[in-house]
């Protein structure tokens, strides 16, 4: 079964998500939405270049409309929106308001008779299916999770939306001692701040006050007010040079006892080229079982928990019993 989707949004997500296309034979991209003129976006493939105006006149044209905005202010407002019209898939990654966004979306996929897939990606997405793998087969344990060294495409897209601020990237940062420690298994007591720091690269606009910004992105909350956060400001000839790449990665740990010192360690790491490329390819995948779920007659909002993994897959499920299970 081919599905069709759209892109909504072309920045570094909607690129990535273009070239995973390439990758799954069984996806065909019709559509690219821009709130730019269309007529300005050079795109890198066959797919029609149109307003997000005009987005309703797709309404049964593509089976799932694969929203690229950033989390802080896009994802709940377009999610939500456009529910009405197609099954969506998202990558909303601010963990404290995924419950919120669920409901939001939930509400308006219900109504419509569509599916809305949110918090696809690896963190939300991959990791999270790891930490509840990982929690039911060691019931008495402790999690934990480090993400980087990399770029965070959503604090970064955050950090942008500061008045005064022309480009930014952050990278998150493990402290090494803290993973180490529970690698060990001494399963220590850890802060949000004793796990990660944070490093924030910014070029600003012309005439904008520095202190004023710097002060906006450390007390941040859900983005940088939990931790060590070090601002540099610096020029876009030098964000261009060295910050270019978009590398993530990280790890999921649960360390747990299944009786008394008999102690067992669970490991799940990811180390990314590219974190837009891999989230697309994640987003690919995903939007495949919401077209299969909804054509079963299913709706409403999903998350990576409730999706069986053979959804996923464009093999039938003899091929995936004979060659990988």
Not at 18 to 33: Q, R, T
């Amino acid at each position: 079964m081919t599905t069709k989707i759209g892109i909504l949004g072309y920045g570094n997500l909607g690129r990535g998500v273009e070239k995973a296309v390439l990758k799954n034979s069984d996806i065909e991209l019709k559509a690219i939405f821009t709130r730019r003129n269309p007529k300005d976006l050079k795109v890198n493939s066959s797919a029609q270049v149109c307003s997000v105006d005009d987005i309703e006149n797709w309404k049964d044209k593509i089976d799932v409309l694969i929203i690229c905005g950033g989390s802080a202010t896009d994802l709940p407002v377009q999610t939500p929106k456009y529910a009405k019209l197609f099954n969506v898939v998202d990558s909303f990654d601010t963990h404290a308001n995924i419950p919120q966004h669920f409901s939001a979306v939930d509400e308006i996929a219900k109504s419509s008779k569509k599916i809305g897939i949110i918090s696809v990606g690896w963190d939300p997405g991959m990791f999270s299916l790891n930490r509840l793998y990982a929690n039911c087969i060691l019931p008495d344990g402790k999690d934990y999770t480090f993400w980087g060294k990399g770029v965070s495409q959503g604090h970064s897209d955050a950090i942008r939306r500061i008045d005064g601020v022309l480009d930014a990237r952050q990278y998150t940062i493990p402290v090494n001692e803290a993973l180490e420690a529970v690698r060990s298994g001494k399963n220590p007591e850890l802060s949000t701040r004793q796990k990660h720091t944070r490093e924030c690269f910014v070029v600003l606009k012309e005439g904008a006050d520095a202190k004023k910004v710097e002060q906006e992105i450390v007390t941040m909350p859900n983005y940088f007010a939990d931790y060590d956060t070090t601002v540099h400001f610096i020029s876009k000839e030098e964000l261009d040079k060295n910050h270019s790449a978009i590398p993530h990665g990280g790890f999921v740990l649960r360390c747990g006892e299944t009786s008394d010192n008999t102690k067992h360690l669970i490991e799940y790491s990811l180390k990314l080229d590219s974190n837009p490329e891999f989230t697309s390819s994640v987003l690919i995948a995903y939007a495949r079982a919401a077209h299969r779920l909804n054509k079963e007659g299913q709706c409403g909002c999903k998350t990576v928990f409730d999706i069986a993994p053979a959804y996923l897959s464009p093999k039938s499920n003899q091929e995936l019993i004979s060659t990988m299970l």
